[in-house]
Protein backbone atom coordinates (compact mmCIF):
# COMPACT_ATOMS: atom_id res chain seq x y z
CA UNK A 1 0.00 0.00 0.00
CA UNK A 2 3.07 2.18 -0.53
CA UNK A 3 1.33 4.13 -3.43
CA UNK A 4 -1.46 5.28 -0.88
CA UNK A 5 -1.23 9.00 0.18
CA UNK A 6 -0.39 9.27 3.83
CA UNK A 7 -0.21 12.46 5.07
CA UNK A 8 -3.08 12.91 6.04
CA UNK A 9 -3.88 9.30 7.40
CA UNK A 10 -3.59 10.31 10.91
CA UNK A 11 -6.51 12.39 10.62
CA UNK A 12 -9.07 9.82 8.43
CA UNK A 13 -8.09 7.75 10.84
CA UNK A 14 -9.32 9.94 13.64
CA UNK A 15 -12.61 10.61 11.92
CA UNK A 16 -13.37 7.14 11.15
CA UNK A 17 -11.42 4.13 12.76
CA UNK A 18 -12.51 2.90 15.82
CA UNK A 19 -9.68 0.67 17.53
CA UNK A 20 -10.15 -1.80 19.95
CA UNK A 21 -8.27 -1.92 23.14
CA UNK A 22 -7.88 1.46 22.60
CA UNK A 23 -8.91 5.06 24.62
CA UNK A 24 -10.14 6.61 21.82
CA UNK A 25 -9.99 10.04 23.00
CA UNK A 26 -6.05 9.61 23.99
CA UNK A 27 -5.63 8.16 20.69
CA UNK A 28 -6.93 10.79 18.62
CA UNK A 29 -5.15 13.49 20.73
CA UNK A 30 -1.97 11.85 20.70
CA UNK A 31 -2.24 11.00 16.79
CA UNK A 32 -2.08 7.03 16.08
CA UNK A 33 1.08 5.32 14.93
CA UNK A 34 1.09 4.51 11.09
CA UNK A 35 2.86 0.89 10.70
CA UNK A 36 3.94 0.75 7.10
CA UNK A 37 6.31 -2.23 6.74
CA UNK A 38 7.85 -5.10 8.05
CA UNK A 39 11.02 -7.12 7.81
CA UNK A 40 12.45 -9.88 9.93
CA UNK A 41 11.73 -8.86 13.90
CA UNK A 42 11.64 -4.77 12.93
CA UNK A 43 8.43 -2.59 11.42
CA UNK A 44 8.58 0.48 10.56
CA UNK A 45 6.70 3.87 10.52
CA UNK A 46 5.10 6.13 7.87
CA UNK A 47 8.13 8.58 9.29
CA UNK A 48 10.84 5.61 7.87
CA UNK A 49 11.30 5.39 11.84
CA UNK A 50 12.43 1.77 12.78
CA UNK A 51 11.08 -0.50 15.89
CA UNK A 52 12.19 -3.75 16.87
CA UNK A 53 9.02 -5.63 17.26
CA UNK A 54 9.89 -7.70 20.62
CA UNK A 55 6.05 -8.97 20.58
CA UNK A 56 5.67 -10.47 17.22
CA UNK A 57 2.41 -7.96 16.36
CA UNK A 58 0.28 -9.45 18.83
CA UNK A 59 1.93 -12.72 19.72
CA UNK A 60 1.49 -14.01 16.41
CA UNK A 61 4.39 -13.44 13.45
CA UNK A 62 6.60 -16.37 14.52
CA UNK A 63 8.14 -16.32 11.41
CA UNK A 64 8.70 -12.78 11.34
CA UNK A 65 7.92 -10.61 8.41
CA UNK A 66 8.16 -10.40 4.89
CA UNK A 67 8.37 -13.64 4.16
CA UNK A 68 6.99 -13.66 0.09
CA UNK A 69 7.06 -17.39 0.23
CA UNK A 70 3.92 -16.93 2.32
CA UNK A 71 2.31 -14.03 0.21
CA UNK A 72 3.19 -16.29 -3.02
CA UNK A 73 1.34 -19.61 -1.86
CA UNK A 74 -1.59 -17.48 -0.62
CA UNK A 75 -1.35 -15.51 -4.30
CA UNK A 76 -1.61 -18.76 -6.20
CA UNK A 77 -4.48 -19.88 -4.14
CA UNK A 78 -6.67 -17.08 -4.23
CA UNK A 79 -5.93 -17.40 -8.85
CA UNK A 80 -6.35 -20.81 -8.49
CA UNK A 81 -9.80 -20.65 -6.21
CA UNK A 82 -10.10 -17.91 -3.72
CA UNK A 83 -12.78 -19.43 -2.12
CA UNK A 84 -15.01 -22.57 -1.12
CA UNK A 85 -16.88 -23.76 1.60
CA UNK A 86 -16.20 -26.92 4.11
CA UNK A 87 -19.93 -26.83 5.13
CA UNK A 88 -22.28 -29.70 3.34
CA UNK A 89 -19.83 -32.12 1.71
CA UNK A 90 -16.96 -30.34 0.31
CA UNK A 91 -13.53 -29.52 1.59
CA UNK A 92 -10.19 -27.74 -0.69
CA UNK A 93 -7.10 -29.46 -0.36
CA UNK A 94 -5.52 -26.68 1.69
CA UNK A 95 -7.93 -26.77 4.34
CA UNK A 96 -7.68 -30.89 4.74
CA UNK A 97 -3.72 -30.77 4.15
CA UNK A 98 -3.20 -27.94 6.90
CA UNK A 99 -5.76 -30.30 9.02
CA UNK A 100 -3.49 -33.17 8.87
CA UNK A 101 -0.11 -31.13 9.27
CA UNK A 102 -1.68 -29.76 12.50
CA UNK A 103 -2.46 -33.09 13.45
CA UNK A 104 1.56 -34.60 12.84
CA UNK A 105 2.21 -32.19 15.16
CA UNK A 106 0.06 -32.88 18.41
CA UNK A 107 1.03 -36.01 19.68
CA UNK A 108 -1.48 -39.29 19.87
CA UNK A 109 -4.97 -37.82 20.99
CA UNK A 110 -5.58 -34.46 19.37
CA UNK A 111 -6.13 -35.84 15.50
CA UNK A 112 -8.92 -33.49 14.09
CA UNK A 113 -9.05 -29.88 13.46
CA UNK A 114 -12.29 -27.73 13.46
CA UNK A 115 -11.34 -24.36 11.90
CA UNK A 116 -12.45 -20.58 12.87
CA UNK A 117 -10.81 -17.24 11.66
CA UNK A 118 -10.17 -16.59 15.31
CA UNK A 119 -8.65 -17.31 18.17
CA UNK A 120 -12.14 -16.15 19.76
CA UNK A 121 -14.17 -18.24 17.60
CA UNK A 122 -12.53 -21.02 18.44
CA UNK A 123 -12.90 -20.70 21.92
CA UNK A 124 -16.33 -20.19 21.13
CA UNK A 125 -16.67 -23.23 19.18
CA UNK A 126 -15.01 -25.77 21.93
CA UNK A 127 -17.78 -23.70 24.45
CA UNK A 128 -20.32 -25.44 22.54
CA UNK A 129 -19.09 -28.38 21.25
CA UNK A 130 -17.73 -29.43 25.34
CA UNK A 131 -21.59 -29.06 25.89
CA UNK A 132 -22.74 -31.06 23.22
CA UNK A 133 -20.43 -33.99 24.36
CA UNK A 134 -21.89 -33.88 27.32
CA UNK A 135 -25.21 -34.32 26.19
CA UNK A 136 -24.95 -36.58 23.05
CA UNK A 137 -23.32 -38.51 26.11
CA UNK A 138 -26.38 -38.44 28.34
CA UNK A 139 -25.09 -35.91 30.66
CA UNK A 140 -27.21 -32.96 29.62
CA UNK A 141 -26.46 -31.31 33.02
CA UNK A 142 -22.79 -31.01 32.02
CA UNK A 143 -22.46 -27.30 31.60
CA UNK A 144 -20.80 -25.34 33.74
CA UNK A 145 -17.46 -24.53 32.99
CA UNK A 146 -14.84 -22.97 34.97
CA UNK A 147 -11.99 -20.82 33.94
CA UNK A 148 -9.30 -18.74 35.82
CA UNK A 149 -9.45 -14.76 37.02
CA UNK A 150 -7.03 -12.59 34.83
CA UNK A 151 -7.14 -14.80 31.83
CA UNK A 152 -7.81 -13.73 28.32
CA UNK A 153 -9.61 -16.07 25.65
CA UNK A 154 -10.83 -13.07 22.87
CA UNK A 155 -14.10 -10.84 22.95
CA UNK A 156 -16.54 -12.85 21.77
CA UNK A 157 -19.19 -13.04 24.03
CA UNK A 158 -18.45 -16.71 25.44
CA UNK A 159 -14.59 -16.04 24.72
CA UNK A 160 -14.73 -12.36 26.95
CA UNK A 161 -16.86 -14.59 29.27
CA UNK A 162 -14.34 -17.28 29.92
CA UNK A 163 -12.11 -14.50 30.37
CA UNK A 164 -11.28 -13.64 33.26
CA UNK A 165 -10.46 -9.31 32.78
CA UNK A 166 -12.61 -7.61 34.80
CA UNK A 167 -12.68 -4.48 32.36
CA UNK A 168 -14.33 -6.74 29.53
CA UNK A 169 -17.24 -8.02 32.04
CA UNK A 170 -17.94 -4.77 33.18
CA UNK A 171 -18.96 -3.57 29.37
CA UNK A 172 -21.96 -6.14 28.42
CA UNK A 173 -22.52 -7.52 31.16
CA UNK A 174 -20.77 -10.59 31.18
CA UNK A 175 -19.82 -13.22 32.51
CA UNK A 176 -22.94 -15.10 30.31
CA UNK A 177 -24.82 -17.63 32.84
CA UNK A 178 -22.85 -20.97 33.29
CA UNK A 179 -19.44 -19.78 33.64
CA UNK A 180 -17.02 -19.12 37.20
CA UNK A 181 -13.52 -18.39 37.82
CA UNK A 182 -10.75 -19.44 39.85
CA UNK A 183 -7.35 -17.77 41.12
CA UNK A 184 -4.32 -17.48 38.64
CA UNK A 185 -0.88 -19.17 39.61
CA UNK A 186 0.77 -15.77 40.03
CA UNK A 187 2.72 -16.17 42.82
CA UNK A 188 4.41 -13.10 42.68
CA UNK A 189 1.40 -11.06 43.55
CA UNK A 190 -0.83 -14.04 45.22
CA UNK A 191 1.30 -16.07 46.48
CA UNK A 192 1.83 -14.93 50.06
CA UNK A 193 4.42 -17.03 52.30
CA UNK A 194 4.34 -20.17 50.05
CA UNK A 195 6.86 -21.62 48.21
CA UNK A 196 5.79 -20.92 44.54
CA UNK A 197 5.66 -25.15 44.48
CA UNK A 198 2.86 -25.00 47.39
CA UNK A 199 1.36 -22.30 45.92
CA UNK A 200 0.85 -23.84 42.55
CA UNK A 201 -1.10 -26.77 44.30
CA UNK A 202 -3.06 -24.85 46.24
CA UNK A 203 -4.58 -22.53 43.45
CA UNK A 204 -4.47 -25.96 40.97
CA UNK A 205 -6.58 -27.16 43.80
CA UNK A 206 -9.43 -24.34 43.65
CA UNK A 207 -10.37 -26.32 40.55
CA UNK A 208 -11.12 -29.42 42.79
CA UNK A 209 -12.95 -27.18 45.29
CA UNK A 210 -15.26 -24.95 42.56
CA UNK A 211 -16.13 -28.55 41.36
CA UNK A 212 -17.72 -30.01 44.52
CA UNK A 213 -19.13 -26.45 45.00
CA UNK A 214 -20.52 -26.81 41.54
CA UNK A 215 -21.39 -30.55 41.33
CA UNK A 216 -19.42 -32.67 39.34
CA UNK A 217 -22.38 -33.90 36.96
CA UNK A 218 -22.88 -29.85 36.47
CA UNK A 219 -19.24 -28.89 34.87
CA UNK A 220 -18.38 -30.02 31.54
CA UNK A 221 -15.27 -27.89 31.13
CA UNK A 222 -12.28 -26.20 32.24
CA UNK A 223 -10.08 -24.04 30.19
CA UNK A 224 -6.98 -22.20 30.95
CA UNK A 225 -3.77 -20.95 28.94
CA UNK A 226 -0.41 -22.93 29.36
CA UNK A 227 1.01 -20.08 29.91
CA UNK A 228 -1.67 -16.87 30.86
CA UNK A 229 -0.41 -14.50 28.36
CA UNK A 230 -2.25 -11.26 28.02
CA UNK A 231 -2.68 -11.29 31.73
CA UNK A 232 1.00 -10.65 32.08
CA UNK A 233 2.42 -13.57 30.95
CA UNK A 234 1.92 -15.19 34.43
CA UNK A 235 4.09 -18.36 34.53
CA UNK A 236 2.54 -21.25 36.52
CA UNK A 237 4.75 -23.00 39.30
CA UNK A 238 6.31 -26.64 38.50
CA UNK A 239 3.76 -28.22 40.53
CA UNK A 240 0.72 -26.52 38.76
CA UNK A 241 -0.10 -28.54 35.43
CA UNK A 242 0.25 -31.67 36.80
CA UNK A 243 -2.25 -31.14 39.45
CA UNK A 244 -4.98 -29.97 37.29
CA UNK A 245 -4.49 -32.66 34.49
CA UNK A 246 -4.85 -34.87 37.28
CA UNK A 247 -8.34 -33.33 38.99
CA UNK A 248 -9.34 -33.26 34.86
CA UNK A 249 -8.81 -36.83 34.66
CA UNK A 250 -10.17 -37.89 38.12
CA UNK A 251 -13.52 -35.45 38.03
CA UNK A 252 -13.97 -36.68 34.54
CA UNK A 253 -13.97 -33.27 33.39
CA UNK A 254 -13.28 -32.35 29.93
CA UNK A 255 -9.55 -29.98 29.98
CA UNK A 256 -9.16 -27.17 27.74
CA UNK A 257 -5.50 -25.58 26.77
CA UNK A 258 -6.35 -22.19 25.05
CA UNK A 259 -3.02 -22.51 22.88
CA UNK A 260 -3.99 -19.08 21.13
CA UNK A 261 -0.45 -17.83 21.97
CA UNK A 262 1.83 -20.62 23.34
CA UNK A 263 1.19 -22.93 20.07
CA UNK A 264 3.38 -23.18 17.21
CA UNK A 265 6.56 -22.59 18.97
CA UNK A 266 6.32 -20.00 21.38
CA UNK A 267 7.31 -22.01 23.88
CA UNK A 268 10.10 -23.99 22.45
CA UNK A 269 7.46 -26.48 21.77
CA UNK A 270 4.68 -27.32 18.71
CA UNK A 271 2.02 -26.67 21.66
CA UNK A 272 2.39 -25.11 25.47
CA UNK A 273 0.58 -28.11 26.88
CA UNK A 274 3.42 -30.15 25.51
CA UNK A 275 6.15 -28.04 27.53
CA UNK A 276 3.97 -29.13 30.67
CA UNK A 277 3.57 -32.91 29.75
CA UNK A 278 -0.17 -32.74 29.69
CA UNK A 279 -2.82 -33.83 27.01
CA UNK A 280 -6.00 -31.50 26.57
CA UNK A 281 -8.88 -32.93 25.53
CA UNK A 282 -9.61 -29.99 23.31
CA UNK A 283 -7.55 -26.65 22.59
CA UNK A 284 -8.15 -23.37 20.90
CA UNK A 285 -5.43 -22.07 18.12
CA UNK A 286 -4.57 -19.14 15.76
CA UNK A 287 -2.05 -16.63 15.72
CA UNK A 288 1.18 -18.42 15.00
CA UNK A 289 -0.78 -21.25 13.14
CA UNK A 290 -0.39 -18.57 10.03
CA UNK A 291 2.11 -16.00 11.65
CA UNK A 292 -0.56 -13.44 11.15
CA UNK A 293 -0.39 -13.43 7.88
CA UNK A 294 -3.86 -14.34 7.51
CA UNK A 295 -6.34 -14.93 9.94
CA UNK A 296 -7.33 -18.56 10.61
CA UNK A 297 -8.09 -20.08 14.13
CA UNK A 298 -9.49 -23.26 14.79
CA UNK A 299 -10.07 -26.12 17.58
CA UNK A 300 -8.09 -29.42 18.06
CA UNK A 301 -10.00 -32.24 18.90
CA UNK A 302 -9.14 -35.23 20.54
CA UNK A 303 -10.44 -38.66 19.45
CA UNK A 304 -12.29 -38.68 22.99
CA UNK A 305 -14.42 -35.85 21.52
CA UNK A 306 -14.28 -36.64 17.81
CA UNK A 307 -15.57 -39.83 18.26
CA UNK A 308 -18.90 -38.85 20.09
CA UNK A 309 -19.33 -36.08 17.45
CA UNK A 310 -18.86 -38.51 14.40
CA UNK A 311 -20.67 -41.76 15.57
CA UNK A 312 -23.02 -40.02 18.51
CA UNK A 313 -24.09 -36.65 17.21
CA UNK A 314 -25.30 -36.37 13.64
CA UNK A 315 -24.11 -32.96 13.06
CA UNK A 316 -22.30 -29.99 15.03
CA UNK A 317 -24.75 -27.01 13.36
CA UNK A 318 -21.90 -24.80 14.17
CA UNK A 319 -19.75 -23.34 11.47
CA UNK A 320 -17.84 -19.94 9.49
CA UNK A 321 -18.57 -19.37 6.37
CA UNK A 322 -14.89 -18.59 6.69
CA UNK A 323 -14.28 -22.24 8.12
CA UNK A 324 -11.21 -23.46 6.46
CA UNK A 325 -10.83 -20.93 3.92
CA UNK A 326 -8.45 -21.79 1.24
CA UNK A 327 -6.38 -19.37 0.74
CA UNK A 328 -5.88 -18.50 4.57
CA UNK A 329 -4.94 -22.30 5.19
CA UNK A 330 -2.38 -22.05 2.12
CA UNK A 331 -0.77 -19.17 3.89
CA UNK A 332 -0.62 -21.42 6.73
CA UNK A 333 0.52 -24.53 5.01
CA UNK A 334 3.68 -22.63 4.19
CA UNK A 335 3.78 -21.19 7.75
CA UNK A 336 4.12 -24.53 9.45
CA UNK A 337 6.57 -25.38 6.22
CA UNK A 338 8.98 -22.31 7.22
CA UNK A 339 8.60 -23.77 11.07
CA UNK A 340 9.29 -27.18 9.94
CA UNK A 341 11.99 -26.50 7.48
CA UNK A 342 14.15 -23.70 9.45
CA UNK A 343 13.64 -25.86 12.78
CA UNK A 344 11.99 -22.89 14.79
CA UNK A 345 10.41 -25.16 17.39
CA UNK A 346 14.15 -26.88 18.01
CA UNK A 347 15.67 -23.08 17.78
CA UNK A 348 13.71 -22.00 20.38
CA UNK A 349 14.23 -25.05 22.87
CA UNK A 350 17.69 -25.29 22.55
CA UNK A 351 19.08 -21.99 21.44
CA UNK A 352 17.77 -18.64 20.92
CA UNK A 353 15.26 -19.70 23.65
CA UNK A 354 17.78 -20.22 26.47
CA UNK A 355 19.70 -17.73 25.19
CA UNK A 356 16.50 -15.35 25.70
CA UNK A 357 15.95 -16.61 29.37
CA UNK A 358 19.49 -16.21 30.51
CA UNK A 359 19.24 -12.39 28.92
CA UNK A 360 15.75 -11.56 30.15
CA UNK A 361 17.10 -13.21 33.89
CA UNK A 362 19.87 -10.94 34.25
CA UNK A 363 17.52 -8.13 34.46
CA UNK A 364 16.68 -8.84 37.95
CA UNK A 365 19.59 -6.99 38.91
CA UNK A 366 17.49 -4.05 38.33
CA UNK A 367 16.27 -2.72 41.53
CA UNK A 368 12.75 -2.38 40.01
CA UNK A 369 12.50 -5.46 39.12
CA UNK A 370 10.88 -7.93 41.13
CA UNK A 371 11.19 -11.18 38.98
CA UNK A 372 11.66 -12.02 35.36
CA UNK A 373 10.87 -15.52 34.13
CA UNK A 374 10.66 -16.88 30.93
CA UNK A 375 10.04 -20.03 29.06
CA UNK A 376 10.89 -20.16 25.66
CA UNK A 377 10.54 -16.92 23.91
CA UNK A 378 7.76 -15.57 26.19
CA UNK A 379 9.00 -13.25 28.99
CA UNK A 380 6.86 -11.50 31.95
CA UNK A 381 8.50 -8.98 34.08
CA UNK A 382 7.79 -8.05 37.28
CA UNK A 383 8.45 -4.30 38.19
CA UNK A 384 8.08 -3.74 42.25
CA UNK A 385 8.54 -0.84 44.60
CA UNK A 386 10.62 -2.69 46.74
CA UNK A 387 11.75 -6.02 45.50
CA UNK A 388 13.16 -7.56 48.94
CA UNK A 389 9.20 -7.31 50.37
CA UNK A 390 7.65 -7.75 46.89
CA UNK A 391 6.00 -5.01 47.33
CA UNK A 392 4.09 -3.57 44.53
CA UNK A 393 3.96 0.00 43.25
CA UNK A 394 0.59 1.90 44.14
CA UNK A 395 -0.01 2.24 40.84
CA UNK A 396 0.69 -0.43 38.58
CA UNK A 397 -0.86 0.90 35.54
CA UNK A 398 1.34 3.93 35.42
CA UNK A 399 4.79 2.21 35.78
CA UNK A 400 4.14 -0.52 33.27
CA UNK A 401 3.34 2.53 30.49
CA UNK A 402 6.23 4.71 31.52
CA UNK A 403 8.31 1.80 30.95
CA UNK A 404 6.63 0.70 27.70
CA UNK A 405 6.45 4.12 26.03
CA UNK A 406 10.23 4.47 26.61
CA UNK A 407 10.63 1.80 24.83
CA UNK A 408 8.61 3.30 22.01
CA UNK A 409 10.77 6.35 21.70
CA UNK A 410 13.81 4.42 21.82
CA UNK A 411 13.16 1.87 19.03
CA UNK A 412 11.41 -1.08 20.85
CA UNK A 413 7.68 -2.31 20.33
CA UNK A 414 7.17 -3.76 24.31
CA UNK A 415 3.77 -4.87 26.20
CA UNK A 416 2.76 -3.77 30.06
CA UNK A 417 0.28 -5.54 31.74
CA UNK A 418 -0.03 -3.16 34.55
CA UNK A 419 3.16 -3.22 36.40
CA UNK A 420 4.43 -6.33 34.06
CA UNK A 421 6.13 -5.56 30.87
CA UNK A 422 5.65 -8.56 28.56
CA UNK A 423 7.75 -9.71 25.59
CA UNK A 424 7.25 -12.14 22.86
CA UNK A 425 9.54 -11.74 20.60
CA UNK A 426 9.17 -13.51 16.24
CA UNK A 427 10.89 -17.24 16.91
CA UNK A 428 13.80 -16.14 14.16
CA UNK A 429 14.84 -13.37 16.45
CA UNK A 430 19.02 -13.29 16.19
CA UNK A 431 21.46 -12.78 19.74
CA UNK A 432 22.12 -9.83 18.81
CA UNK A 433 18.50 -8.14 18.50
CA UNK A 434 18.08 -10.03 22.13
CA UNK A 435 20.62 -8.40 23.54
CA UNK A 436 19.54 -4.82 21.85
CA UNK A 437 15.98 -5.44 23.42
CA UNK A 438 16.61 -6.12 26.93
CA UNK A 439 18.96 -3.21 26.61
CA UNK A 440 16.85 -0.59 25.28
CA UNK A 441 14.40 -2.32 28.38
CA UNK A 442 16.84 -1.71 31.03
CA UNK A 443 17.23 2.00 30.09
CA UNK A 444 13.30 2.21 30.17
CA UNK A 445 13.40 0.38 33.66
CA UNK A 446 16.25 3.08 35.05
CA UNK A 447 13.33 6.00 34.91
CA UNK A 448 11.29 3.93 37.67
CA UNK A 449 14.69 4.62 39.94
N1 LIG B 1 -7.00 -16.83 23.46
C1 LIG B 1 -5.83 -16.28 23.82
C2 LIG B 1 -4.99 -16.99 24.83
C3 LIG B 1 -5.41 -15.07 23.28
O1 LIG B 1 -4.29 -14.50 23.69
C4 LIG B 1 -6.23 -14.45 22.32
C5 LIG B 1 -5.82 -13.17 21.70
O2 LIG B 1 -4.89 -12.52 22.12
C6 LIG B 1 -7.44 -15.06 21.98
C7 LIG B 1 -7.80 -16.24 22.55
C8 LIG B 1 -8.36 -14.40 20.98
O3 LIG B 1 -7.83 -14.54 19.71
P1 LIG B 1 -8.34 -13.55 18.55
O4 LIG B 1 -7.87 -12.19 18.90
O5 LIG B 1 -7.68 -14.13 17.32
O6 LIG B 1 -9.81 -13.67 18.48
Redesign the pocket.
Known sequence: MTDMPLSNLGAIDAAHHLHPFSDMKKLNAAGTRIIQRGEGVHIFDNHGRKYLDGFAG??CVNVGYGRKEIAEAAYRQMQELPYYNTFFGTTTAPATLLAEKIASHTGDKLNRVFFTN??????DTWFRMARVYWKALGKPTKTQVIARKN??????VA?ASLGGMKLMHEQGNLPIEGISHINQPYWYAEGGDLSPADFGLKVARELEEKIDELGEDNVAAFVA?PIQ??GGVIIPPDTYWPEIARICRERNILLVC?E??CGFGRLGSWFGHQHYGVEPDLA?I??GLSSGYL?I?GVLVSDRVAEVMVEELGGFYHGFTYSGHPVCAAAALENLRIIEEEGLVERVRDDIGPYFAQAWKSLEDHEVVGEAESVGLIGGLQLAADKSTRRRYSSPDDVGTLVRNHCLDNGLVMRATDDRMLASPALIIARSEVDEMVDTLRKGLDHLR
Open positions: LWSGSEANAYHGSTGEGADVIPAKPG
